[in-house]
């Protein structure tokens, strides 16, 4: 093996140890992340699934539904009647970050509706905060469920992103010479502009589709 392509398989190797690496830290680091906040997230922020079971436990033992949204807000409200800013508020404060964004307005709203229910047609509060528990497990079910089919997809996705940089280094490792023809004046350079393109195109509307495939998507 001479110097020449000593140095070219030296150049590869370092290349995919980048790759590999890249690939890898956002993984390790969201998971490191993930274990150093959660105990700190879990304590300050039980998450919806608690907020709503201390909701259920104080109308049970005998309290009101609007005492029982001041407790869990922390506060006293001007007024004795539950807004849906008042139940915003509250779940904001109490909500992990994963449960923001659709998450966090539905449960508002089915609060919202179960104090409306109970003011209004005189229904019994402990039922609709049943249900409105039973409805956060459904959802918190369906979000695990779309986080795991769409684990492989992305790293689908990761993989077929490294293709194009893996083919030229192969085509160098085998002495084609793609870098000198992409590089070149004429068709060369043509080439590159068009694949660049394609492939920043490609990347968007892949994003643009996980993104469609959104929990917003999937209640209504």
């Not at 506060?75 to 109490?94: G, Y």
């Not at 956060?136 to 079910?141: E, K």
């Not at 940089?165 to 350079?189: H, K, N, V, Y």
């Not at 195109?201 to 643009?208: F, S």
Request: charged content about 20%; proline content about 4%.
């Amino acid at each position: 093996m001479n110097d020449e392509t000593a140095a070219w398989v030296a150049a590869i190797m370092t290349t995919l140890a980048c790759l590999a690496v890249f690939s890898l830290r956002g993984g390790v680091a969201a998971r490191l992340k993930t274990m150093a906040v959660r105990p700190l997230a879990q304590s300050d922020r039980p998450g919806l699934a608690v907020l709503i079971t201390s909701l259920l436990a104080y109308v049970d033992n005998g309290g009101g539904l609007v005492e029982a949204f001041e407790e869990a807000s922390g506060r006293r409200f001007a007024t004795r009647e539950v807004t849906p800013e008042r139940v915003m508020a509250m779940l904001e404060s109490r909500c992990l970050p994963q449960e923001r964004g659709a998450t966090l307005t539905i449960m508002a709203q089915a609060l919202v509706a179960c104090y409306g229910l109970s003011a209004i047609l005189g229904c019994r509060a402990s039922d609709g905060l049943r249900t409105v528990a039973a409805m956060q497990r459904r959802w918190a079910a369906l979000d695990e469920a779309r986080e795991k089919a769409f684990a492989v997809p992305k790293a689908t996705i990761r993989l077929l992103s490294t293709l194009p940089a893996l083919t030229i280094i192969m085509g160098e490792l085998m002495g084609a010479r793609p870098l000198a023809f992409l590089c070149s004046p004429g068709p060369g350079i043509i080439c590159l502009i068009l694949g660049a393109v394609f492939y920043v195109l490609g990347l968007v509307w892949i994003h643009l589709l996980m993104n469609n495939l959104g929990r917003e998507d999937l209640w209504i």
